[in-house]
């Protein structure tokens, strides 16, 4: 079990009055609680949090302080490796090709696209998000026509019409 004093339990009061971000706002809460003599378990009824995570958020303010418990701890979704404009000019070279009639793969579009960023990636997916940002579908040649008829029916319509043509 982690100590959070009486004195401390005050202090996150007064930041809980400055704070407006309601997620930080509810981890002070539930630190503020444990020192006021709250049970884990007690914590969880009151901030619908687990109450291993009360005792997870006891321990941060004890090692980070306050800064620890107000820090969102997620990164930026904005992990790109290249701007827009670079994207654009880096698939006009393929969309050439692929107006011109020639098949494009991912694998292709990938080698080119990790040697351009420096980075070695492991799948095709920040390809794949590429592509889909800049209006690119896939479309792969079938193996047959979806409409074509089974073998057995061409046979028949082959008996049909050279028997007619006789």
Request: net charge positive.
């Amino acid at each position: 079990m982690y100590k959070i004093s009486e004195e401390n339990a005050k202090e996150i009061r007064e930041r809980m009055k400055r704070e407006k971000k309601t997620n930080a706002y509810k981890r002070l809460q539930a630190v503020a609680l444990r020192g006021e003599g709250k049970t884990n378990e007690e914590i969880g009824e009151i901030t619908d949090f687990h109450p291993d995570y009360v005792g997870k958020l006891c321990k941060t303010y004890l090692i980070k302080g306050m800064d620890g418990l107000i820090a969102d701890g997620r990164k930026g979704g904005n992990n790109r490796n290249m701007t827009e404009e670079e994207a654009s000019a880096f698939l006009r070279k393929y969309e050439e090709q692929a107006t011109s009639g020639q098949i494009i793969t991912a694998e292709a579009i990938g080698k080119a696209y990790d040697e351009m960023t420096g980075k070695k990636h492991r799948s095709l997916s920040s390809v794949y998000y590429l592509l889909q940002r800049h209006g690119w579908r896939k479309i792969m040649p079938r193996k047959q026509h979806p409409g074509k008829a089974s073998e057995e029916a061409m046979e028949a319509s082959k008996k049909l019409t050279m028997s007619w043509k006789r």
